[in-house]
Nanobody, 124 residues
Framework: QVQVVESGGGLVQSGESLTLSCTAS????????VGWFRQAPGKERERVSC????????YYANSVKGRFVISRDNPGNLVYLQMDNLKVEDTAIYYC?????????????????WGKGTQVTVSS
């Protein structure tokens, strides 16, 4: 069972930056497609970003495009979500997900492994 763990959440002011990190047990994240989702209170879960295991291609939701960047470290077992120019509407619990078989271009990728989430709160 792959365990996914997120870190890096916190409280920031609007316009500030935050970097989330994701890692997995047994050092397997490098071979997986990794996604970031978020869920705000009273709202549906939203896919925020993705980095594909196959070719490193990436996906961003329109709401974060130009402000968020997803990347992997060189060995590949850490995935980062750099979030710049944060807005109040970015406030949510952010979840890291991983899967061996999905791809970022999938319309609704069904990730198997999920972390427990990290809270990001952006104040005005």
């Amino acid at each position: 069972q792959v365990q996914v763990v997120e870190s890096g959440g916190g409280l920031v002011q609007s316009g500030e930056s935050l970097t989330l990190s994701c890692t997995a047990s047994e050092g397997v994240l490098g071979g997986y497609t990794v996604g970031w989702f978020r869920q705000a209170p009273g709202k549906e879960r939203e896919r925020v970003s993705c980095i594909d295991r196959r070719d490193g291609s990436t996906y961003y939701a329109n709401s974060v495009k130009g402000r968020f960047v997803i990347s992997r470290d060189n060995p590949g077992n850490l995935v980062y979500l750099q979030m710049d120019n944060l807005k109040v509407e970015d406030t949510a619990i952010y979840y890291c997900t991983a899967d061996l078989w999905v791809h970022c271009i999938d319309t609704t990728p069904q990730f198997v492994y999920w972390g427990k989430g990290t809270q990001v709160t952006v104040s005005s």
